[in-house]
């Protein structure tokens, strides 16, 4: 990476607020650390979960209860339409952009920055 190359993006030039530099970098500190200790619970959860899929499935159980908890286990089928077979079917392709909804949604995503990732957007 090239020092001084897309300062204009340093956190200490965008915030002028000396409270509230140092409070985003507790903040996106935090919010690191608690994202690694949920990647490291959803790995070592995963395994525990299928095993007690695998036990349900091998009784046909779909709903129990286990000491306090309920535990449900059933088929959640995700429907989705393909533009393709739309198209392979006749739809014409403006009645399939006129049906199409886009929404935004905003989203935070912190990441580490890559040795190789240039300095500037």
């Not at 200490?12 to 608690?34: E, F």
């Not at 006129?98 to 040795?115: F, H």
Request: hydrophobic share 35%; with cysteine.
């Amino acid at each position: 990476m090239n020092p001084g190359a897309g300062d204009e993006l340093d956190i200490q030039r965008l915030v002028s607020s000396p409270v509230d530099r140092k409070r985003i970098y507790q903040l996106v500190g935090q919010d690191t650390r608690l994202a690694n200790m949920e990647r490291e619970a959803r790995a070592a959860r995963q395994p525990v979960r299928e095993s007690i899929k695998h036990i349900l499935n091998r009784y046909d159980i779909s709903k129990c209860f286990v000491g306090l908890m309920q535990v449900q286990y059933y088929n959640s089928p995700r429907l989705s339409i393909s533009k393709e077979k739309l198209l392979a079917m006749g739809v014409h392709p403006k009645v399939i952009a006129a049906c199409t909804v886009s929404v935004d949604s905003w989203q935070l995503r912190i990441t580490p920055k890559k040795e190789d990732e240039p300095d500037v957007l």
